[in-house]
């Protein structure tokens, strides 16, 4: 199986994730719809042979380096210095060093920071958008904002943004989205598919895939203290589905055809995710100070409505909507 998270293959994780873990803003965020793009419209493709041969280049090639091998470089045992909690790489959840579509894409991240996020109430700047990544999905500690890692990861950023159309959505640039089913996610059918379709990367116990040296995973690991902490995206349900939709198992799908049913996706998403049986890294903070931006499928109260934390982990999610939207609430998930 290929580098990327979650389920079965699935390799980060995922982070989360990950800049979105990572991906689109949690608060104000659009939904793109399929038809607003048209179908003819192509892929973006990276074209590595264009980054510049001068200073700035040197600088995008090694952020693109930190992205494909995060934990070799700022990993525990990292060269350039101690920052992640695990082993993990930026690419587990953002593929193709996140340029792939549907998968956490970063190509409009650089335009689209600084930018309002609920989970921190706050506006954040891209680089500390970094930071989230690196603390939550990677439980580790933020990078100094003036590092050369740092730096790294923001010129890679403005690079690749320079191939994407600007202000408007492009193929691939969200997930694709999931229809909600009329009961809830399910996570002992969850794990049955689960067994089918991700054990054979991830590991029966979600343990995931050392590469030789036990340097990083080949396969991340799902769960387990090792994996993304509670809060990250690939922690919430829904946001985790949809990320499977497009990328698991990672040798049936292709960019827009899906192998899982959305309701397969929300199974998996629900098993993977289930605390009540899979162990996490403990979290620093649960966020969303302001309660009414909190996202639907977020399970850590206080809630702005009456729903169960059973209901906002695994839904059904249309009664929550419904209620958010009757009351001049904007759901967000």
Same mark, same amino acid.
Do not use: R
């Given at each position: 199986m290929k580098r990327l998270i979650v389920i079965c293959v699935i390799g980060?994780?995922?982070?989360?994730?990950?800049?979105? %873990?990572? /991906?689109?803003?949690?608060?104000?965020?659009t939904k793109t719809t399929a038809a607003a793009i048209p179908e003819t419209e192509t892929y973006i493709n990276i074209d590595t042979t264009l980054i510049p041969n001068d200073q700035f280049g040197e600088s995008v090639k090694y952020g693109r380096e930190l992205m494909l091998n995060t934990a070799r470089y700022i990993g525990p045992d990292g060269s350039a210095g101690k920052y992640l909690g695990n082993? =993990? #790489?930026c690419t587990n959840c953002h593929q193709d060093a996140g340029t792939k579509a549907f998968s956490f894409n970063l190509m409009s991240s650089h335009d689209n920071y600084p930018q309002y996020r609920g989970r921190e109430g706050k506006v954040l700047t891209l680089a500390e958008r970094v930071n989230n990544c690196v603390m939550r999905p990677h439980n580790g500690k933020p990078l100094p904002l003036d590092s050369k890692e740092m730096v790294?990861?923001?010129?890679?950023?403005?690079?690749?943004?320079?191939?994407?159309? &600007? #202000?408007?959505? @492009? &193929? /691939?640039?969200?997930?694709l989205h999931v229809t909600f089913p009329d009961i809830a996610a399910n996570p002992e059918n969850g794990q049955v598919l689960y067994q089918t379709n991700c054990a054979r990367c991830h590991g029966q116990n979600g343990e995931g895939q050392w590469n030789a040296d036990k340097s990083t995973y080949v396969y991340p690991p799902l769960w387990g203290n090792t994996a993304y902490q509670p809060g990250s995206s690939m922690h919430r349900v829904i946001?985790?589905?949809?990320?499977?939709?497009? #990328?698991?198992?990672?040798?049936?799908?292709?960019? /827009?055809?899906? @192998?899982?049913?959305? &309701?397969?996706? =929300?199974?998996?998403?629900? @098993?993977v995710n289930n605390d009540k049986i899979h162990t996490r890294p403990n979290p620093k903070s649960f966020d969303y100070p302001h309660i009414a931006e909190k996202a639907i499928d977020y399970d850590h109260g206080p809630f702005v409505d009456t729903? %169960?934390?059973? *209901?906002?982990?695994?839904?059904?999610? *249309?009664?929550?909507?419904d209620y958010w939207k009757a009351k001049g609430l904007k759901p967000i998930y």
């Open positions: 980060c994780w995922g982070i989360i994730a990950i800049i979105s %873990s990572c /991906g689109a803003p949690v608060t104000g965020e082993k =993990m #790489n790294a990861f923001l010129s890679y950023f403005k690079w690749i943004s320079t191939f994407v159309p &600007k #202000n408007k959505p @492009f &193929k /691939g640039a969200k997930n946001k985790q589905a949809e990320w499977l939709k497009n #990328n698991m198992p990672y040798d049936k799908v292709t960019p /827009g055809k899906p @192998f899982l049913s959305d &309701k397969e996706a =929300m199974d998996i998403a629900a @098993f729903f %169960s934390v059973a *209901q906002h982990k695994f839904g059904p999610y *249309q009664p929550i909507i």
